[in-house]
């Protein structure tokens, strides 16, 4: 056996051109190139003549478009409308230019795709002034040149923020240099790694340490059409609940019963709006996924129908480890349906973790599916409509998951090499699939720690065990930022932290950015101390009621955000390269933790002990939601953020819908509320609802209005309800922004938020602030409505 050395496919030999793209021959292998779009191709090399097609990611087939095949003497040419993929002749090498001939992305002459024994490897010219952005829950920079990563799911515990690799792998990121960008997409589940320049100054590479090069390019004008090309082949997420978007509170673990009845009182007592609470693993006996602790939660059903009663819905904790004990239901059904995972000899895995020695249903065969789908059914019977999957990377004692564990991957057989970075996104599919037929048309919410590309087909992502101090807090801003370009918009992390203990300012700012972020959730490990909105003192109460209420008053807007994400993949919580990928300043570290949520709010997180913040405006005008003061945008601003004052700012020219806040999502008044920001450039907008908890949107019920200020006419135009269904609005509030008083209006100190009661006025005398606003009310109808603004 000889030391395996560096082996590519050689040089062209020939080539045949099919319905959907073309198969070039060369001495020792062949490429493939699939047109799926006119904007995407899939790029395949094989040494062997075999292409391996299968993937749980991929839910899509090429498209037929019009694509032209042209031959010179140095190159074969494919051009679809959007794009020319030119394959080098001698030496195998593929460039993608534009229509006019850029270069956008090149591999680099004399690397190209190359073996080293199994490992497979493609090299990327570096280009000038690139920079490389997503890649999913990756620590560390907006940027990520310079910088190397690898994608094998892990249980990252208590991750610093330099760690990699975390709980996911989503092997997709977007280049960006000389006002040109594109996607790669690596379709590839074995261990992978992604160098962006990383040691070295010639190239980019990704890399997986077996199976095919399978890598689908992706062109588009702006980051928002990359992800959407990404999202449309590897799928978006459906209408989550629209409970699901309000505050969930959660901790390892409350129990008894008792204690979580308090909770739930607790909140509605202190007029904190809240939908969730959270039950993690002591609900179970001894940990065993499926029962009920018989001592402190003997009445599942009795504490269902009390929460129920108190507007609260709940999400369980879902563990896939299954204990080998004869006599536990799930054990001894699993057994005989024959569901686990296997050592090659047949004999069913077994790792350590909560419950102890336990078997791991494979999520990758559908009759373990099916089977999950049968076990989760006791939780749907008792009414319970959300899953949370947690362990999924696998995570056991021990961390060593044994490489030649076998997975059936729908026939495809395959062992962990292959496996493991699946594991997580099948059991997160197989829980949302089993649910969803289990309730009757109702929309599940499902949660997963781990994932690949397309879970966002199943679940939302939380960012798993983060810590509690202030980096932490903006390395999980940017994590979602960063999940968001990833094809994951329903994501977040543990407001608060995690492992350790939040001081009260940290608690109060993490609390208030979560609040604008698109999965928002409090959450601490077991034996802390209380990390309730209330448990920080009185400031820390308010200054997170505040927060929450905001959130609450936008529900109109961010709903409508996660339509957006259903229809275009649009992440909700917004990096500002997606508005901005070519402004430097938007990957200066001073600015790139701060996002757009949706397109009108810009949030600037900051460390909770800083007063002073500089931030940068994005062109435009914005607002201040505390006193509407303007700031000119193109510029970089001191801004002064005390804890209770987290900036954020709403550009100008655009509408908010909003709603007055009750106790939950659902409750509220049956106002309609539009805040108008002035401004030069006027909006649009379009204002989605639906019933919030059924899938009859997918057959029309649903309604979508086009909120749209129109600068130049100084006018207001809500277009006419189109779908069937009709929401229950009696009138609607327009509240104007840095308008001078308009027919019939009214003028008003204004401010979203309340006073804290303990405040003290002579170190901060803009407490909060308000503002002047005018407010109009009109009837609401499902006719079109206008309003004059001048
Ligand atoms: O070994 O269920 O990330 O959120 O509270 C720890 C207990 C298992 C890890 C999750 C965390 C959860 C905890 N789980």
Redesign the pocket.
């Known amino acids: 056996m000889t030391n395996p050395t560096t082996q590519t496919i050689g040089n062209f030999a020939g080539y045949t051109k099919n319905n959907s793209g073309v198969l070039v021959t060369a001495s020792n292998g062949t490429l493939r190139v699939l047109i799926y779009s006119s904007s995407i191709v899939k790029i395949s090399f094989t040494r062997d003549g075999g292409f391996d097609d299968f993937s749980y990611a991929v839910c899509e087939k090429p498209q037929p478009v019009e694509f032209a095949v042209n031959e010179d003497n140095n190159h074969l040419r494919i051009t679809t409308s959007r794009l020319q993929v030119v394959v080098s002749k001698g030496a195998i090498s593929i460039r993608f230019e534009s229509l006019s001939g850029e270069i956008i992305n090149e591999d680099e002459t004399g690397l190209g795709t190359a073996w080293i024994g199994e490992q497979v490897t493609t090299y990327k010219k570096l280009q000038e002034g690139e920079r490389f952005i997503g890649l999913g829950e990756k620590t560390g920079s907006l940027d990520r040149r310079g910088h190397q990563y690898q994608n094998w799911t892990t ?1 990252a ?1 208590g991750y610093h923020g330099g760690q990699d690799p975390l709980y996911c792998s989503t092997p997709f990121y977007i280049g960006i240099h000389h006002r040109l960008m594109y996607g790669i997409y690596f379709d590839n589940s074995y261990k992978s790694f992604f160098n962006f320049g990383a040691s070295n100054n010639r190239f980019s590479s990704f890399s997986a340490d077996s199976g095919s090069m399978n890598y689908y390019f992706f062109e588009g004008q702006t980051v928002s059409e990359i992800v959407s090309h990404y999202t449309w082949l590897t799928g978006r997420m459906e209408m989550p609940p629209l409970w699901s978007l309000g505050y969930q509170q ?4 409350y129990y008894p019963d008792k204690e979580v009845k308090t909770l739930a009182k607790t909140f509605r007592e202190k007029d904190i709006p809240a939908d969730v609470i959270v039950l ?2 002591h609900y179970m006996d001894k940990y065993k996924i499926f029962t009920w602790d018989p001592k402190n939660f003997s009445d599942p059903k009795g504490l269902l129908n009390f929460l129920t009663d108190e507007g609260f819905k709940v999400v369980v ?1 879902c ?1 896939p480890g299954i204990r080998v004990e004869e006599g536990y239901p799930a054990y001894d059904d699993g057994v005989q349906k024959d569901v686990f995972l296997k050592y090659p000899d047949g004999q069913n895995y077994s790792g350590q ?2 419950p102890g020695w336990c078997h791991f249903p494979d999520f990758t065969k559908a009759d373990t599916r099916e089977w999950w789908k049968s076990q989760l059914k006791t939780y749907t019977d008792m009414g319970i409509e959300g899953f ?1 999957n ?2 999924n990377e696998i ?1 056991t004692w021990g961390h060593g998951l044994p490489e030649n564990i076998e997975f059936d991957f729908d026939g495809n057989k395959a062992t962990t090499r292959k496996g493991r970075n699946q594991f997580g996104f099948q059991m997160a599919r197989s829980t949302y699939e089993g649910v969803k037929s289990l309730m009757n048309g109702k929309r599940p919410f499902n949660l997963t ?1 781990s994932g690949y590309s397309g879970v966002q087909r199943y679940a939302a992502v ?1 960012t ?2 983060n810590v509690s101090y202030d980096e932490h807090m903006l390395l999980g801003v940017r994590l979602v930022n960063s999940l968001g370009l990833t094809g994951i918009a329903f994501a977040g992390y ?1 407001a608060g932290g ?1 492992v350790g203990e939040a001081n009260p300012k940290l608690f109060a700012r993490w609390m208030s950015i979560a609040a604008l972020s698109p999965f928002f959730r409090g ?4 034996n802390t101390r209380d990390a309730e909105p209330w448990s920080f003192g009185e400031e820390v109460e308010q200054i997170c009621r505040n927060f929450i209420r905001f959130r609450y008053q936008l529900m109109p807007y961010i709903y409508s955000l996660f339509h957006q994400a259903v229809t275009s993949g649009m992440p909700v919580q917004r990096s500002l390269t997606l508005t901005h990928p070519f402004d430097a300043r938007v990957y200066d570290h001073q600015f790139h933790n701060q996002y757009l949520f949706g397109p009108n709010i810009l949030v600037c997180p900051v460390e909770s002990n800083r007063d002073v913040l500089k931030v940068f405006f994005p062109e435009g005008e914005w607002y201040s939601v505390y006193n509407g003061k303007k700031y000119q945008g193109n510029e970089e601003v001191f801004i002064e953020c005390p804890v209770h004052r987290l900036p954020v700012f709403v550009k100008s020219g655009s509408v908010l819908p909003m709603k007055d806040v009750g106790r939950n999502v659902h409750d509220g008044s049956d106002k309609l509320v539009l805040h108008v920001y002035n401004g030069n450039e006027g909006s649009a907008f379009t204002l989605y609802e639906d019933d919030g908890e059924t899938f009859g949107y997918q057959q029309g019920e649903h309604s979508r209005r086009t909120i749209t200020f129109d600068a130049s006419k100084s006018q207001l135009t809500l277009s006419k309800n189109e779908g069937a269904y009709k929401p229950g609005w009696k009138t609607v509030v327009i509240i104007l922004h840095h308008f001078s008083k308009v027919n019939n209006s009214t003028q008003n100190e204004f401010s979203y938020f309340t006073p804290i009661v303990k405040y003290d006025p002579i170190n901060d005398p803009e407490w909060m602030g308000s503002e002047t606003v005018q407010s109009v009310e009109l009837p609401y109808s499902d006719e079109q409505i206008e309003l004059r603004l001048l």
Do not use: P
């Not at 959660?250 to 673990?253: G, L, T």
């Not at 959450?523 to 077991?526: F, G, K, P």
């Open positions: 249980d515990y959660c901790r390892y673990s993690d693993i904790m563990d973790v909560w949370w947690d362990m995570a720690r939380w798993g065990d543990d995690f959450h601490t490990m077991i």
